[in-house]
């Protein structure tokens, strides 16, 4: 339970308790799911002033258990076991009582929130009152007697009294904290349970609006293409001006405005009688002696024939037009990777385009496992390639290695099957990635690829496409992140077979076992002889 959850409770319990409303206190009470020695003593005191004393006994048991040094808590229990005939219990909670003021003649409990002082001489005339009922009148006035001889204050005559009843064997009542005396929490921690505005409100300093009083802000307004037209009440001064005569620009940073041409004065007059006005989007310079005030008031309903002020809002630029998705009736196949290789992920897999000027390079850390026999694999005819794939990995291969075997070595090295993989390469001083075209044909080998002992291709997976019709293949730019469910998502690099055209702007492709739409303009053609359709 939150601790300002509990002040709130035991606040209100105690507002309770003042008002005499003993059966909200309680509710109040009852609610504090984890209590504490202080409010279980407010509880007590509540069942005590109904007249629920074994309810009363039960809760001070628990908050004597919960601070079993609450020599307050001893001395009222004992009052309670009186009244209900448990003598000896009594006086047992009166010794312990006693033992727990630890020699000291009071304790104030000012300091916890109880507004009581425990006297020494309370505790020894409650322990007479209980040799009175139990008819030890001898013990009961030598208690007494000893009570009388305590230091401290507050005992009035009720010693003296007591000693009369006792000689006339009278039994004495037992002392209680007063009712409505309980444990309250700290004013202080209950004055920050209310909420606090520290920014305060805002406070319009200065303004160009007279008689401005707003505080708050603006609500945002739908820009439009145009242009900018501040709200000016047609009452207030306007800062629009119109040209007596025709100006021509005299100097630098000046303005060529013809008469009659509306202007949107943006500073004050300088010292050469110039303001800085705008004019069709253009800041500049004019002679005040050529403005006169414009009244730019409009009736409602005619807001289409209003003049610009002349600041242009920014060009509105409209994306392309997304075409209607409709639910397909045949869900895309769900592509299911070897549980031994991690899945490939498309947005790691983007390669940097070395510049067009200079031929790739081999980094030595993407083969580090293989950097002892690399320059000697070179000189011995062998070639390192280094493939990019969701992760680069690097194999040496013989320079006569054909393209089959070439990929066989590679899917063994990626764990995929050979026919899943499509490889490509970069020509010298080429952005374009284009297939092997030997992959399938026999006598090409590494050798047309390498460059300075060292190729670099580029891998993806490829997955069946069943049920449709491949009209066509193109391969990525750029890298795509899908906008919606319906779109594409793909790589740079990465082949795409186009399944239909939607517009001129979207067609619909097939990659890595998904099927969406993507802008065109993302792709191009890698082969232009490619026309012909084909049947998986």
């Known amino acids: 339970m939150l601790y300002t959850e509990l002040l709130q409770l035991w606040d209100e319990a105690v507002q309770a308790m003042d008002a005499k409303d003993w059966q909200g206190a309680l509710a109040k009470l009852k609610q504090i799911t984890e209590p504490t020695s202080r409010t279980l003593f407010n509880a007590a005191s509540a069942h005590v002033a109904l007249g629920q004393l074994d309810l009363a006994l039960q809760t001070l048991d628990l908050a004597i258990a919960k601070d079993e040094r609450l020599a307050v808590g001893f001395f009222q229990r004992a009052?309670?076991?009186?009244?209900?005939?448990?003598?000896?219990?009594?006086?047992?909670?009166?010794?312990?009582?006693?033992?727990?003021?630890?020699g000291n003649m009071v304790i104030d409990y000012k300091q916890l929130g109880l507004r009581f002082k425990l006297y020494s001489w309370q505790v020894l005339y409650n322990a007479a009152a209980v040799h009175c009922r139990m008819g030890q009148w001898g013990q009961a006035r030598e208690v007494l007697l000893s009570a009388s001889q305590e230091r401290g204050g507050g005992r009035g005559g009720n010693i003296e009294v007591?000693?009369?009843?006792?000689?006339?064997?009278?039994?004495?009542?037992?002392?209680?904290?007063?009712?409505?005396?309980?444990?309250?929490?700290?004013?202080?921690?209950?004055?920050?349970?209310?909420?606090r505005d520290f920014l305060g409100k805002a406070k319009?300093?200065?303004s160009?609006?007279?008689?401005?009083?707003?505080?708050?802000?603006?609500?945002?307004?739908l820009q439009k293409p145009g242009f900018y037209e501040p709200k000016v009440d047609g009452t207030q001064d306007s800062r629009y001006m119109r040209m007596?005569?025709?100006?021509?620009?005299?100097?630098?940073?000046?303005?060529?405005?013809?008469?009659?041409?509306?202007?949107?004065?943006?500073?004050?007059?300088?010292?050469?009688?110039?303001?800085?006005?705008?004019?069709?989007?253009?800041?500049?310079?004019?002679?005040?002696?050529?403005?006169?005030?414009?009244?730019?008031?409009?009736?409602?309903?005619?807001?289409?024939?209003?003049i610009p002020s002349g600041i242009p809002l920014p060009p509105g630029l409209k994306p392309p037009t997304r075409p209607k998705v409709h639910p397909s009736p045949v869900a895309p196949p769900q592509v299911r990777f070897p549980s031994d290789t991690p899945p490939p992920s498309y947005t790691t897999a983007t390669h940097a385009p070395l510049p067009a000027s200079e031929p790739p390079k081999y980094t030595a850390n993407a083969a580090s496992h293989q950097r002892g026999g690399t320059a000697q694999g070179a000189e011995a005819g062998s070639v390192v390639v280094k493939v990019h794939y969701t992760y680069t990995v690097a194999l040496s291969v013989p320079l006569d290695t054909p393209y089959h075997e070439l990929k066989e070595q590679i899917a063994q090295k990626l764990g995929q099957p050979a026919s899943e993989l499509r490889l490509r390469h970069k020509q010298h001083g080429s952005q374009v990635l284009i297939p092997l075209d030997g992959e399938v044909e026999p006598g090409h080998t590494v050798q047309e690829v390498a460059e300075a002992g060292r190729a670099t291709l580029w891998c993806q997976t490829e997955h069946p496409l069943a049920n449709r019709t491949i009209l066509y293949q193109m391969v990525a730019l750029y890298d795509y992140t899908a906008q919606g469910p319906e779109d594409l998502e793909f790589s740079e690099g990465d082949t795409i077979d186009i399944l239909g055209e939607v517009n001129e702007e979207w067609l619909e492709g097939h990659c890595a076992g998904s099927i969406g739409i993507f802008p065109s303009c993302f792709a191009y053609k890698e082969n232009t002889d490619i026309t012909q359709s084909i049947q998986l």
């Open 79 to 102: 009052a309670v076991m009186m009244q209900i005939d448990r003598l000896e219990e009594a006086l047992s909670d009166c010794i312990w009582a006693q033992k727990h003021m630890r």
């Open 244 to 306: 007596r005569t025709p100006y021509m620009a005299r100097g630098p940073g000046q303005l060529t405005v013809p008469g009659g041409a509306m202007v949107f004065l943006f500073g004050e007059e300088d010292r050469n009688g110039m303001a800085t006005v705008i004019y069709d989007g253009q800041r500049g310079l004019l002679p005040v002696s050529l403005l006169d005030p414009a009244d730019v008031k409009t009736s409602k309903g005619k807001t289409e024939n209003r």
């Open 204 to 206: 319009v300093i200065s």
């Open 208 to 221: 160009m609006i007279p008689n401005d009083d707003f505080g708050g802000f603006e609500p945002l307004r």
């Open 162 to 195: 007591a000693l009369d009843s006792i000689m006339r064997e009278e039994i004495l009542d037992p002392l209680l904290v007063p009712e409505g005396v309980v444990f309250r929490p700290r004013k202080q921690d209950v004055e920050q349970l209310q909420q």
